[in-house]
């Protein structure tokens, strides 16, 4: 019996260190503002995190426009499998949800669910973008170009492992440099 209660205190012992580890990582942080004209526009998904939806896809892209309502138009697109492959798109639509930022976004391609879309890090010029989940789950690295300096990339990555996401799980994304999506 002393064996049965000692195996039950080592188990919830590693289980609160689990929960203690996970709850000391500080919330995730967004940048302090984002200029939602200049964010608007094509991006290129350079890496994300692997998910379903995005399962088999090469090139992939975002365009945001600004709504008259005020809420973003998202079209995300990416040809499966190969680049010229079929094409294939969701609509959407985002809007802010911390107007003192910018940065924190809601997403919904079928209403009523939605996601966070949180502004992590964003280059001086616009000229890249990383977007994050508050869990952590979910991670893309975007840049108005096909592709991104390596320097830059691995600059992203160290901010990234600052802000505890374990970027050994990014993916790289296939784009097809000078060749459009049509």
Sequence with gaps: MKGVFSLIFVVFSCLACASATKHSIPPLQVVPHVDLERYTGTWYEI???PQRFEKGCVA???????LPDGKIGVLNE???GS???KLSSAKGKAWVVDKDTNAKLKVSFFWPFSGDYWIIALGEDYEYAVVGHPSRKYLWILSRTP???EALYDQILEELRGQFY???KLVKTPQASGKSLQ
């Design 166 to 168: 374990e970027t050994s």
């Design 78 to 80: 990416c040809r499966k």
């Design 83 to 85: 680049f010229d492959g």
């Design 147 to 149: 592709e991104m300096n």
């Design 60 to 66: 992939a892209r975002a365009t945001y426009t600004l």
């Design 47 to 49: 890496a994300s995190f």
